[in-house]
């Protein structure tokens, strides 16, 4: 059993695998760096170095008993039933799940973008100018096709909570192509938003991206404002395009309920590389859950298949007290639940039925 994929998807795939399977799988990981990160906590890294967490993949795989090879994970030898690399290895399977994620790329020009290279750095450099007030105005970016939104939302309210502290005089604006605020967790969610944007004196404009045609591209532009000292935006991600596999327009792998690949008997996809359009990670630690429950079922193992039902749990730092948001994505009458106190146990960023109190469990391992 191969797990292609060094993030949630991949490490939750791995624990309820372990858990469901126990030793009727071999288990094998191709991850592409020696850390499990923790990615919701990169919002608070650029005010606190110690934030965010990197598990070592040497201690999980020592304690799972998983083989592992540190590599890219490219594309599938069918003949040979083979996961191919970046570095020219290949890992035999019976079973292959790719759980390599989305590819971020920048749409905003000349804009700090979120989860590419170099942007940490990028973000400290931002911070450490406002705590000098050297800045003035900055502005948050949600381009078009971004679901997942509530990142920027809290980069916005960590800013502005540090500008008050230092007292910097600096405006704050969230641009966004949704037509609220936290869309995807529908009306009461927006309401709730502003009122916390309001509250921090973060200005939002919503609708507010311009489209420029350059040559055969097109471009995204902001609306004419006053000058700008930074722009930060959420990227766009793009599919991994596995040559054999069927996917969507933008690469991403079309998957049954049960996470298998369109067509396919043993390859299965979890997480930010499925063409299930919200790409969190609650949701690729469920997908990776249904995954799982159905590798371990073919194993012979005693388990109720259980197909992916999503429920989208949102967790929103908001430099004070955070608040919880919940919704079922597939239930009739879709009403979000909204709360100053968490619904969950424990009360963490990513909901997963494995890892939450698996990483709960080995907090000491977390190199910081």
Known sequence: ??????????????????????DRVRLHLISPGDEFVYRPLEVLEPFD?????????????DDLGV???????????????????????????????????????PTVPRAITIGTPGAPDLLRQVVERLRARAIRRLVFVVPPGVTWTLPIYELALLTARLARSVEADVDLEIVTAESQPLEVFGVEAGVMVRELLNASSVQLRVDGLMERSAGMHTC???PPRPPTDAVIALPRLLG??????????????????????????????AGDATSFPVKQGGLAAQQAEAVAAHIARRAGAEVEEKPFEPVLRGMLLTGGAPRYL???????????????????????????RHLAPYLAAHASWAAR
């Open 240 to 269: 991994p395009r596995v040559t054999g596999l069927r996917s969507d327009d933008d690469g991403f792998l079309l998957v049954d309920h049960h996470g298998l690949a369109k067509g396919e008997e043993d390859v299965y996809a």
């Open 326 to 352: 919940r919704l079922a994505l597939t239930a009739a009458a879709c009403e979000t639940e909204l709360s100053e106190e968490s619904p969950w146990w424990p009360p963490v960023k990513i909901v997963g």
């Open 49 to 61: 170095q110690h934030a965010m967490v990197r598990i070592p993949w040497a201690r999980i795989v």
């Open 1 to 22: 059993m191969v797990v292609a994929g060094g993030g949630v998807a991949g490490l939750e795939t791995l624990l309820a695998l372990r858990a469901l399977a126990g």
């Open 220 to 222: 995204l532009e902001l």
């Open 67 to 105: 083989s592992h090879l540190s590599a890219v994970f490219t594309d599938i030898d069918f003949d040979q039933r083979r996961a191919q690399t970046a570095t020219a290895d290949s890992v035999p399977f019976d079973a292959l799940v790719i759980a390599s994620g989305g590819d971020a790329r």
